[in-house]
Each structure stands twice: as structure tokens, then as C-alpha cells.
């Protein structure tokens, strides 16, 4: 097999059988997994499960009811069929389902194997079954010979009181497959892939994507990138994509500066081709060390490379938080009987900003646009519960009535990092903003010293100003809205109204052009076009070939409407056309109309340093 080695390098043996009483001793301190992805039967792949040394007369083996990073209940035990539990001479040993995720074991000190098979959830998922609820990048997939995306958690379980022993997985696949993956392959095989990781909270936070080799790597300043593409038809490739997956990695490499520590990272992309059974729950999910994301396939190519930038950037920043600072609850996350922290406005609301922030910052959007970005999250805050606490919200995701304001992390949950980011700024006369707080936070807790959700507040406040203590109590853990435009005025912001330019292409919100079966770019006919198509002498009816010597087909009209958004007023442009079956050659100049629009804006240029500051420092 052809291995991109990527992760961290382990020292812990894989198990095999020797004859010396050590040898054994070590084998029974881990629990030995193997997932045969060669034999798949009604759409299944089996698990066996080789167990440690247990002392119990009875235990209970778990699949997850909850994973970090989803905030919801999926039962992954739901999809495991056919349990079975036997000792070292193949007797079966009585074993009871408990519930969904759980199965008790009799006699278990004698107990040498589980096997039991695995449904994939993204069947179930498209099929409007149980599993519909799983979001796709927390999911599975088995398609035989094709693709296998083994989040580890709906495939190996653990059992009571042992997750923190070391796990050995074997992944047995078809040669023509290959595994991308953050974790080390120690099997030279192409046929075989093993795994070590220390625990089962790592097992889980490194997914594993096998499928026909399609990846790119890259590296940006010190970091290994592996980038692995499944497009089911072939209409997307590693490399085509890779261009905007970089561009982005780079950038974030750069804001982050020496917050970011990261040596390895993968980013496994799953395109759906959105048939009955496939994945529907597009977005993805952030681990340590990669990113599992799910699109669909019929996007076209930079359309799902901007989506790209946007998830992908969101997902890594949670390097920053909650990988990188966490409460107990995220540290010692309990898959079954899971309880949350009260900061999700830090979690995902701090990282969602991160993810806007970095982009003004680095020049992959302007000004205006991050200004529209925070506008709609305003809105759509409003749109939701705006009285609630946040931190009420989020100790209680998993239940209603708080469970329904989930997406208000996103929302008000980034507005909240934006107004702790201005506060800051404002204080320090624009020498700090909140990415100095996460570098401050993660010297002082890191990965592996977690935070008592109580005191974080107070640990902010030492850490930065009074006035963002007073914030965190007044709009966050209580029931008051914030008060958008304070904060937006003490960087000379305000909303104003303005006279914006619209697409040459529109006019009065409407498109003058159409696509045909042919994929051929249309004028429309009965309907009043824009001052610039009239002017230019375009008709109903015309077929757009090229313009500006650039060809355009339906498939590229995406780009042909940027790249006239960028036009200015009295640029000249040449157009080829069909009309009536002959080749025309159309010219003249770009003429733009005005629509009037409310958004950000400065309004306060002596505060010029400060947002620059802000937005750029």
C-alpha cells in the first residue's frame, strides 16, 4: 500500500501472540480491534473485539450514546446487529443488551472475544430511518470495494472503567484501497493497516477514510497537510481542490502564529452524490489532528472550494478551543451519560468568530464583507432566543427547551467572541485582542490541564480587563441582549445606508440570464434587462459564448458572474454571442446600477487605528 505516514509516532507494541509470560501480560493490558473490511455482508462489516484482563465476574461493553463535538444523542449502539461473546475455546458467554449502547457480559473473567457486525449510518441516514439524526461527518459509511469511513466510534466500543487502556486496531482492506488518516500505520502490508493509539478517547479522534487513492500533501511551515478526496463519479479530485484547501491552511497558519503547534494534519472530504442512501448532513467535524467533512458532489468546483475555506477553517480553529482549552467535562467526556460544559460560546462561538476574523485578516475578504458576515449573525441571533444564557444553553444542548438553540453557538456564540475581541482591543489601545486571551488560556490550562467550568469567568477577567468580567456575567451567563451597536461604534463602525452597486447581469434582483439543456448561457426573453445588457445591444435569446476572450459555459457561470461583480463603472468588454445561429461580436462599456443597502460601515475615521488594528493586527 502507498502510506502517507502522518500522526504521532508510538512506542506501544502492536499485540501479537509469543510465547513468554510478558509478552502476554503486555497483550492482555490493551484491547486488540479488528475491523474486516474484505468480507462485507448485506452491507456490514464485522468487528472482533479481543479483550484485556478482567476481574469482574460480570462487565458491560459500550458503544457511544454521544460523542464530543456533536452536542446531541445518536446511539451508535443502534447500528451493531448479531453480538456475541465468547472465552478462549470458543463457548459462548451469556451476554443481555441493557440498552442501545450497552451489552452485559456473565462471566467475565473468562471472556476472550466479541465480534458483532456494523450497519453504516449514511444508509440509514438517507433512508429516513433511526439513524437519520446522525450527522453525516460524526457518521459511517460502507460501501464495499469503493468506501469506508470508519469514525472510529460507530465501529469499537469500550468497556467499564478500561477506556484509558491502550487500543491496537487492525484494519484488513482491499489493496486497492487506501486509509487516510492522522495515526501511524505500523503494518508494511498493503493489505493491512495497524494502528496504536493510548486510549479510546483517541481512537475516536482520529477517523480513518479508506477509498481509491485520491489525495494531495502539502506542507505549511512545519505542518504536513494530507488532503483525501472520494468523489463517487469522479467529478471533484484532491488536486483540483487542493489550491483552496492550501490557500486557506496557510492563512490560518499564520493568524494562529505560535498558538498552533500542529505537526500533522488530515482533512478527508466525502462527496455525496445525494441518492436515496447517502450522507444528507452536509458540514464537518473537527478532531486534534484532521477533519472529517461531507458535501455534496453536483457542487460546482468553486463553489465547494469556497465552502471549503469556510468549514474546514472553522473546524481547525478548534485546535485553538476545545482541543486545546477545555472544562473536565470536555477532558473526561462521558460517551454515555454525557454531561456539557457551560461554554459553548468559547467552544464554538469563539472559533466560529476565528474562522470570519481570519479571513479580513489575511486578505481573503475584504472589509465589507466580514462587516455583512457579523450583520447576518445579528439577525439570525435575533431570530432565536435572545434572552436565554448562554451558558444555561449550553450546560443543558442535549434537552429541550435549550436543545433547540443550539445553532445560536454559531450565531450569537461568534457576536460574543466578536464583542470580547473589541472590548480587548478598545482596552489595550489596540496592542491585544481575544486570540492573545486563547494564547494566555492555553498556557495556562493546555490540552491536558482542564479548567473547572466556574472559574473560567474569573480567570478571563485576571487574564484581560473588569470590563470583559462585567460582560461575560451581564450577556453570557445572563439573560440581557447584547447591544450590537455599542461595540461596533468603539471601532467607529455604525449601520448606515448606501448606494451599492449591482451585478451588471441584474436588474431590480432579477437575473437577465438562464441556462439551456445544452448548458449554454441564455438571455432571457420577456424580462427587462439591466442598462448594461440593453446598452450593450444583447436580445432575447442570445447564446453568451466568451467575454473579455474568456469562454463561458453554464458550468462556469459562477465565475462569469464574479468576475463581472468586479467590473467598474465604464470598463470596456467584449462580448461574443449567437443569435439566430451566426457569431456576433459585441462591444462597448460596463454600465452599473445602484440599489440602496443597509449594512457596517465606518462612520468614524480618528478611530481608523484602532479597527484596523482589530481587523488587521
Known sequence: MRKIILGIALATLFFSYQPNAMAQSKKKQ?????????NVKDDKVQVTISAP?????????HLPKSIPGTYSVDDYGKFIDDVKAVDSKGAVLEITKLDDDSWSIKNATKLYKITYWVNDTFDIE???????GVFSPAGTNIIEGKNFLLNNHGFVGYFDAKKDL????????????????????????????TFVVSRYNDLVDNPIMYSAPDYTTFNVDGMEILFSVYSPNGKHTAK??????????????????PINTNKRYTVLLYLSDMKTKDAKGFGALEHNSSTSVVFPEMMPNSALGKELIDVVSHEFFHIV?????????????????????QHLWMYEGVTEYFANLFQVNQG???EAAFYKRMAGKINNAKRLNDTMPFTTMSENVLVEPYKDQYLNVYEKGALIGMCIDVIIREKSNGQKGILDLMQKLTNEYGPKKPFNDSELFGKITELTYPEVGTF???????????????YFSKMGIAKTKIQKATNPFINKKSAGITGTSAKEIKIKSNTELSPFLTTLGLQGDDIITAINGTEYTLDQISEMMTTAQKWKEGDAVTMKIIRDGKDLTLTGKVILSYEESEGYHTVDATKNALKEAWLKG
Do not use: W
Open 166 to 193: 491502550t487500543y491496537n486496531l487492525t484494519v484488513t482492506h482491499p489493496e486497492t484501497l487506501f486509509g487516510a488518516t492522522s495515526l501511524v500505520d505500523s503494518d508494511s502490508s498493503a493489505t493491512s493497516d
Open 472 to 486: 461575560l456575567t451581564t450577556y453570557v451567563s445572563g439573560t440581557t441582549p447584547i447591544p450590537y451597536e455599542e
Open 364 to 366: 481573503l475578504i475584504d
Open 240 to 257: 483540483d481542490l487542493s489550491a483552496d484547501l492550501e490557500k486557506c491552511m496557510r492563512a490560518q497558519k499564520k493568524f494562529l502564529g
Open 126 to 132: 438517507g433512508n429516513g430511518g433511526f439513524g437519520k
Open 30 to 38: 490493551q484491547v486488540a480491534v479488528t475491523i474486516d473490511l474484505n
Open 321 to 341: 478551543t476545545p482541543l486545546g482549552v477545555h472544562s473536565n467535562e470536555i477532558h473526561y467526556f462521558d460517551f454515555n451519560s454525557p454531561k456539557m460544559s
Open 53 to 61: 484482563t478482567i476481574t469482574t465476574n460480570e462487565i458491560v461493553y
